[in-house]
């Protein structure tokens, strides 16, 4: 049964690494930890020499404050961790978990504890905040009812994990009441340097908290990461991957921090700091097999700094969206067939195959998800992937998940929710006996590309269906007009395929499959706000 009170729970969020005993006393200093800091820029394309644009972001603490009724736990100089706080909590409750405190000269001891030291005090404030919030007789709350959302950047993305994932580190009442957790630029599966792991050894500053057999230790994730040598996996017994999402950052080119040479060393393909590759999670069954992707979305965004991603418009939208959000969109494309030039069918090719997407709202300036081929954000498939039969599911493209929000129409009035979605799919570099062959190749040509604009109607009381329309661009521009069917799965969800592509020589076609569900469905008798 839902929550009368959800999807509006305590927010606690654990912000990331402060390598350097500088950088740990600044956060320490601030009380939000870098939750309240906003921004007035941002990239329009990937060219730094051209201006940024202007578009002002209060900062992550304020806008839910104006737009969700949320409010810090502050009271009179005191945190509610210290012993002198007295009082209860509203559910609708900012809190920021403070764990570097501990290790910084000016309110701790100097020396940085280890990592599961930090995911077991996660718990402890959990079920701090849980026991003020089931003292406020306005919440009308019993413990075994309380819930929470966790949102992480960077590192603590990994304090949640090792506590959510790891018995060891907490307390299972405390793991019991999290309802989803965000991560903003979560290095899930290691951080990289010159496209080498973070080494075991290099332990000055916690740098190996980030090298992937300390990972696999902390984790509770020694036997997949044996099997697999990856980190990135959330087992499904531990935390429900649905009920995850991870943002990621594709920006480098804005991450300043060493002097630049941290981007420098991350490479192309990252933030700055974490590469893409690495910054998102995969759930794994009892069997420890492959179950479903996490949520992710993509913005052109850098680890931190001005242009940084959680001080950013459109983190922020992904994380409201997810936490308070009202329909979830999965976006796959399945592929059919391919077809090479003619010039070179039945030859021995080699080809990399780049899928890009946009997705945005409807009235919005921004994306809720961006990848393109000039970020390095797009997903790949080699030709022989697309063409093996023996490799089916690397036809199946997970791309993104949006969620779509009553809050948020332009017209409140039109009970529909809309939102156009770009696909592309870039002309490969074709290799033929690996040489590049060079005949009718343009540079940046399309093998695909279209926006389609999908209007869809939730139901509006149980057992209703739903109703969805799409049209594409190339069409007719800013209209959904053609219906569009679905089926149901067993999980109550639903799946609607739009066809796109040619038969051209180059060419190719497939399927872009939406899995769409209801998403925060209330608890009988009460309506989302």
């Not at 052109?300 to 700094?305: E, F, I, L, T, V």
């Not at 949006?402 to 332009?410: E, G, M, Q, T």
């Amino acid at each position: 049964m839902a929550s009368p009170n959800a999807p509006f729970f305590p927010i606690i969020y654990v912000r990331g690494y402060a390598m350097t005993e500088r950088e740990q006393d600044e956060t320490t200093a601030d009380p939000f930890c870098g939750f309240n800091l906003g921004s007035t820029v941002y990239r329009a394309t990937p060219d730094k020499t051209k201006p940024a644009k202007k578009f002002v972001f209060e900062s992550p603490v304020l806008r839910l404050m104006s737009d969700f009724g949320y409010a810090d736990v502050y009271d009179n100089g005191l945190d509610i961790l210290d012993s002198e706080w007295e009082g209860s909590i509203s559910l609708r409750s900012i809190v920021i978990y403070r764990y570097y405190e501990q290790a910084s000269a000016l309110l701790g001891t100097g020396k940085t504890p280890d990592i599961s030291q930090f995911a077991r005090g996660l718990s402890d404030l959990i079920l701090r905040v849980r026991d003020l919030a089931c003292a406020n007789p306005d919440n009308r709350l019993a413990p075994e009812d309380f819930r929470c959302h966790l949102v992480a950047h960077s590192m603590g993305g990994l304090v949640c994990r090792a506590f959510l994932q790891n018995p060891d580190l907490g307390d299972d009442q405390a793991r019991a009441s999290v309802d989803k957790v965000f991560t903003y630029a979560t290095p899930h599966n290691g951080i990289d340097v010159a496209g080498i792991n973070v080494p075991q050894w290099l332990s000055a500053a916690d740098m190996n908290n980030f090298n992937r057999e300390n990972m696999a230790r902390y984790l509770k994730l020694e036997a997949l990461y044996k099997k697999t040598q990856r980190v990135d996996w959330l087992p499904e017994e531990a935390f429900p991957s649905e009920r995850f999402f991870c943002m990621i950052g594709t920006n480098r080119s804005d991450y300043d921090v060493a002097l630049g040479l941290s981007r420098t060393f991350a490479g192309h393909g990252s933030d700055g700091l974490v590469r893409i590759e690495n910054a998102s999670v995969w759930g794994v069954n009892a069997r420890g097999k492959f179950s479903a992707p996490c949520a992710t979305a993509y913005t052109y965004r850098s680890h931190s700094g001005y242009f940084g991603i959680v001080n950013s418009e459109e983190a922020y939208q992904n994380l409201t969206r997810f936490l308070f959000g009202d329909v979830r969109v999965d976006i796959w494309v399945d592929i059919d067939s391919v077809q090479l030039p003619p010039e070179i069918q039945g030859k021995a090719v080699n080809a990399l195959y780049q899928f890009e997407l946009l997705a945005s709202p409807r009235g919005k300036r921004w994306y809720l998800t961006r990848r393109m081929a000039e970020e390095d954000s797009v997903a790949c498939r080699s030709h022989q992937d697309l063409v093996d039969p023996a490799k089916k599911d690397a036809r199946s493209i997970y791309l993104s998940t949006v969620f779509l929000a009553n809050r948020a129409r332009v017209n409140p009035a039109r009970p529909s929710l809309a939102y156009g979605m770009t696909l592309g799919v870039r002309v490969p570099d074709y290799e033929v006996e690996r040489k590049f062959w060079a005949d009718t190749h343009y540079e940046g040509g399309y093998l695909f590309r279209d926006t389609v604009i999908v209007e869809m109607v939730p139901p509006q009381t149980p057992g209703d269906a739903w109703t969805t329309r799409f049209g594409w661009q190339s069409d007719n521009v800013g209209h959904a007009t053609e219906s569009l069917a679905y089926r149901t799965l067993k999980t109550g969800k639903q799946v609607m395929t739009i066809a796109f592509g040619n038969d051209n020589a180059p060419g190719i076609a497939g399927r872009v499959r939406f899995v769409v569900s209801a998403w925060n469905a209330p608890a009988d008798g009460q309506e989302v706000q």
